[in-house]
């Protein structure tokens, strides 16, 4: 694992960072701001959040950090952004279904950028709230290195809303609102005989299949993780948790990089199908 530590997040970092500092300078030159670019935004702050704190990581590959109050604010800032970006996929797949669906409506009130902006604080003030209020969860002293807790089980109240608050309930709305979405949008090739406009509309059924294949396989490996994790840490004879179960640390930490991934592949989904899609309806 510490070999694996070493080689994967350095890739990371760099596609990470040219990507999404290439999606900065698209949102930055673009004068013109709907909806759906302030969601994007929001996803990018925390996408952009996760990418600069991830040298810390590579650099507790190299030469592990002591368990310091520091180490509780990386893994701090590394849930936060991840659930933000959770939340944020959540309510860009709400507000596509709202514009496929009720279309006329979405273009009479695309001025109107004030419930996008309260959605995206909202986000953010839960997260940081609940964070805040689990914060001994990552004191030092309940850490076994910088990146891991000791074999400790979570308060059940914090996993929770981990498991059911953070990834069962945003899963459910995303898988919703994308087969109702697809399902609109196929619905309607009846009325098209442009084989232009039948074409489009393929393409962004295949970006919405997409955008959901790749949410469910950043985010399930380590919810299972989680779940796994906490079960064991029920009956722990130590305080150390490669030592008592090593396949299943090994997929905890295997799933945690693949969690990480999303901050580059949220970049191919999004940000073309706000360029092709929404760039006339809203």
């Given at each position: 694992?510490?070999?694996?530590?070493?080689?994967?997040?350095?890739?990371?970092?760099?596609?990470?960072?040219?990507?999404?500092?290439?999606?900065?300078?698209?949102?930055?030159?673009?004068?013109?701001?709907?909806?759906?670019?302030?969601?994007?935004?929001?996803?990018?702050?925390?996408?952009?959040?996760?990418?600069?704190?991830?040298?810390?990581?590579?650099?507790?590959?190299?030469?592990?950090?002591?368990?310091?109050?520091?180490?509780?604010?990386?893994?701090?800032?590394?849930?936060?952004?991840?659930?933000?970006?959770?939340?944020?996929?959540?309510?860009?797949?709400?507000?596509?279904?709202?514009?496929?669906?009720?279309?006329?409506?979405?273009?009479a009130n695309r001025s109107n950028k004030s419930v996008a902006c309260i959605v995206c604080i909202f986000i953010w003030i839960a997260i940081v709230s609940v964070c805040s209020a689990f914060n001994g969860e990552l004191q030092p002293d309940e850490l076994q290195t910088c990146y891991e807790r000791r074999q400790k089980p979570l308060k059940i109240e914090f996993f929770l809303i981990l498991q059911v608050v953070g990834f069962l309930i945003p899963l459910s709305i995303i898988v919703i609102c994308s087969i109702?979405?697809?399902?609109?949008?196929?619905?309607?090739?009846?009325?098209?005989?442009?084989?232009?406009?039948?074409?489009?509309?393929?393409?962004?059924?295949?970006?919405?299949?997409?955008?959901?294949?790749?949410?469910?396989?950043?985010?399930?490996?380590?919810?299972?993780?989680?779940?796994?994790?906490?079960?064991?840490?029920?009956?722990?004879?130590?305080?150390?948790?490669?030592?008592?179960?090593?396949?299943?640390?090994?997929?905890?930490?295997?799933?945690?990089?693949?969690?990480?991934?999303?901050?580059?592949?949220?970049?191919?989904?999004?940000?073309?199908?706000?360029?092709?899609?929404?760039?006339?309806?809203?």
């Amino acid at each position: 694992m510490q070999i694996f530590h070493k080689i994967v997040y350095i890739p990371v970092f760099c596609l990470g960072f040219i990507l999404n500092l290439s999606a900065l300078v698209v949102f930055i030159r673009r004068g013109r701001w709907t909806n759906m670019h302030i969601y994007m935004m929001n996803l990018l702050v925390a996408d952009s959040a996760l990418i600069f704190f991830l040298p810390f990581r590579i650099l507790d590959a190299y030469c592990p950090l002591k368990e310091t109050i520091l180490c509780t604010f990386l893994l701090s800032v590394h849930y936060v952004n991840m659930y933000a970006s959770v939340y944020t996929v959540t309510a860009i797949s709400v507000h596509r279904f709202v514009s496929v669906k009720f279309p006329f409506k979405t273009r009479a009130n695309r001025s109107n950028k004030s419930v996008a902006c309260i959605v995206c604080i909202f986000i953010w003030i839960a997260i940081v709230s609940v964070c805040s209020a689990f914060n001994g969860e990552l004191q030092p002293d309940e850490l076994q290195t910088c990146y891991e807790r000791r074999q400790k089980p979570l308060k059940i109240e914090f996993f929770l809303i981990l498991q059911v608050v953070g990834f069962l309930i945003p899963l459910s709305i995303i898988v919703i609102c994308s087969i109702q979405t697809i399902c609109v949008i196929l619905g309607s090739n009846d009325d098209i005989t442009e084989k232009e406009a039948k074409t489009e509309r393929k393409r962004i059924v295949a970006v919405i299949t997409a955008n959901l294949v790749v949410f469910i396989v950043c985010f399930t490996p380590v919810h299972v993780a989680f779940l796994l994790k906490y079960i064991h840490s029920q009956d722990a004879t130590s305080c150390n948790f490669a030592d008592d179960h090593p396949y299943l640390h090994i997929f905890h930490e295997v799933s945690e990089w693949v969690a990480t991934t999303s901050c580059c592949l949220d970049f191919f989904g999004y940000y073309f199908l706000l360029r092709r899609v929404f760039r006339v309806q809203n």
